[in-house]
């Protein structure tokens, strides 16, 4: 059977570095009321004239480099983000000019921080069903334009930055034992679209809105749902919580990484944290953890990863990768 296997990762973040220390200078925190609810130490910054498609770029280019591919493999991209540079076009058009693109197809995905788990699935079905070969699958978030700075309980958790894996066809045996994408399981539940939502739109206010969120329930939520997610997954891929080398999860905050793993019952020190180098990149941040535990000889070939996000709308999703 056709399996979609990840060749390479990549990506990026913006050079300008904005710290807990600096933040507090702006709003009531402190470093240590964040580092202690949070585990963020720091978040990056994109510049005035940086875009999330710029972002997106760097970050798809690196995961080419990475697959020893060009841009003209590709036959199919998509970018998962809240924050395009347009309403429209889609970001990935944008982003496919900018790779130097002129076939295949290109389109966004919107579920926010479990956007790239969506955006995985589709470029995993498409692949499978042989509508596409190759494939760009990328997270890219200037989310810190949609931050109120006046709200400290929301602008210290999120950051910017870009994340991309590069998906090729091959061949499997249809066992657990196959490289490439094994299972994924999705959700949503728009009954609470209250707890996590940004204020505005093009269609109701006309603007794009700040984000707001009740931080407790949304813990609460997320704890519960990811766990029970992450065991569906196993399930379905047939392996089990002890098949596992590595959690790949969504980057929102330590707390809700240590109760997921306990949840599972799998040590912390199986899960990739880089939440507290980036903060929450919403849907970059796994794709971000993945490059970062690929690049550093963490995550290595044939290792079976988990990996899962939750995000705005209720969204959630998790996915088995052999790698």
Known sequence: ????????????????????????????????????????????IAAADEFTSDLGTAAAQRALTAAGITAAEVDLIIVATATPDQTFPSCATVIQHKLGM???????????????????SVADAMIVTGAANTALVIGAETFSRLLDWEDRTTCV?????AGAVVLRAQTGTGTSADRGILAH?????????????????PGSTGTVGKLRMKGREVFRHAVNNLA??????????????????????????LRILEGTAKKLGLPIERVVVTVDQHANTSAASVPLA?????????IKSGDLLLLEAMGGGFTWGAAAVRF
């Open 185 to 201: 399981r999705l959700h949503s539940d728009g009954r609470y679209n209250s707890l996590l939502y940004v204020d505005g739109g």
């Open 290 to 298: 993945l490059d970062s535990a690929v690049r550093d000889g963490r």
């Open 157 to 161: 958790l999120f950051g910017d930055g």
């Open 102 to 120: 002129v076939d295949g197809v290109a389109f966004d995905v919107a579920a926010v921080c479990s956007g790239f788990l969506y955006a995985l």
């Open 1 to 44: 059977m056709r399996r979609a296997c990840v060749i390479g990762t990549g990506s990026y973040l913006p050079t300008t570095i904005l710290s807990n220390e600096e933040l507090a200078a702006r709003v009531d925190t402190s470093d240590a009321w964040i580092v202690e609810r949070t585990g963020i130490a720091k978040r990056h």
């Open 228 to 253: 029970s997610v992450m065991t569906e997954t196993l399930a379905a891929a047939g392996v089990s919580a002890d098949d596992v080398a590595w959690v790949v999860p969504h980057q929102a905050n």
